[in-house]
């Protein structure tokens, strides 16, 4: 049986050059769409809507049916989505540095502070390069390679323009609001979670949540990673890509 398509989405801030490592690591026989997200590109989509279900609505337009969508922080929430709306779409999902809610809230202690949150957002309306490089500060940290990690975000980073920050701004926006918690029961095909043991952005402890309140939900951690495994840790991801894809 051949493998579904590979659907790669990247997290925010970021083109789909950071999925160089890992893409390097793929067979090349398989076949691979990495589409930036909204306002990520110039060709990217542009959805009617500065809403999680309208980027995912957009993106759902450009991909494959029946594919293995793999989501990375702001990506995996989108694939989330995409599985719960457009299952047609979604054959299975990888989520990689994901966690369902992003703020913390009164019964959700396992995520950012609302007022770091906040404080990324008021910051990027004036200086959203400085928000860019706390952004990759943080999704490094942890990290054995932390320095690899940075590098190679660093250099995946959107250019801050004119056509390009108002998207920005919604996507941190979708990140403080979005909570799928609730959603979860509704994914019913096969999940694949793997994550960093020492995630700063999205804590491991979500991740573990997420995988119990999904039906079909296995979990991989790694133990000397960050938000970013993917990056420094490219073929035991793919290893384990792979090996999903072939179940």
């Known amino acids: 049986m051949s493998r579904p398509p590979l659907v790669l989405l990247h997290g925010w801030g970021l083109t789909p050059a950071v999925w160089q490592p890992l893409r390097a690591q793929l067979d090349p026989a398989w076949p691979c769409t990495a589409p930036a997200l ?31 969508v793999c989501g990375w922080s702001l990506g ?3 694939a989330l989505d995409l599985a719960r709306r457009h299952p047609a779409k979604v054959a299975c999902l990888a989520l990689i540095g994901a966690s369902p809610c992003f703020v913390q809230r009164a019964d959700w202690a396992c995520a950012q502070p609302p007022a770091v949150v906040d404080g990324f957002r008021r910051e990027f309306a004036v200086a959203p390069d400085k928000t860019q490089r706390r952004f990759v500060a943080l999704q490094a940290l942890g990290d054995t390679a932390r320095r690899e990690v940075t590098r190679q975000l660093t250099g995946a980073l959107v250019p801050v323009t004119a056509a390009s920050a108002p998207w920005l701004a919604d996507g941190l926006d979708i990140l403080a609001q979005v909570d799928l918690r609730e959603s979860l029961a509704q994914v019913g095909c096969p999940v ?3 994550h960093g ?17 999904l039906p079909d939900a296995r979990y991989s951690e790694f133990a000397d990673a960050g938000h970013a495994p993917f990056v420094a840790r490219a073929a035991d991801c793919a290893r384990l890509l792979h090996s999903f894809a072939d179940d």
């Open 192 to 194: 694949r979670l793997l």
């Open 197 to 213: 043991a020492h995630d700063a952005l999205m804590p491991a402890a979500a991740a573990r949540a997420m995988a119990d309140g």
């Open 38 to 68: 909204p306002g990520h590109a110039d060709d990217a989509p542009r959805p009617h809507a500065p809403s999680l279900a309208a980027w995912a609505d957009a993106l759902a337009a450009e991909l494959p049916d029946h594919a293995l």
């Open 76 to 78: 995996a929430l989108l």
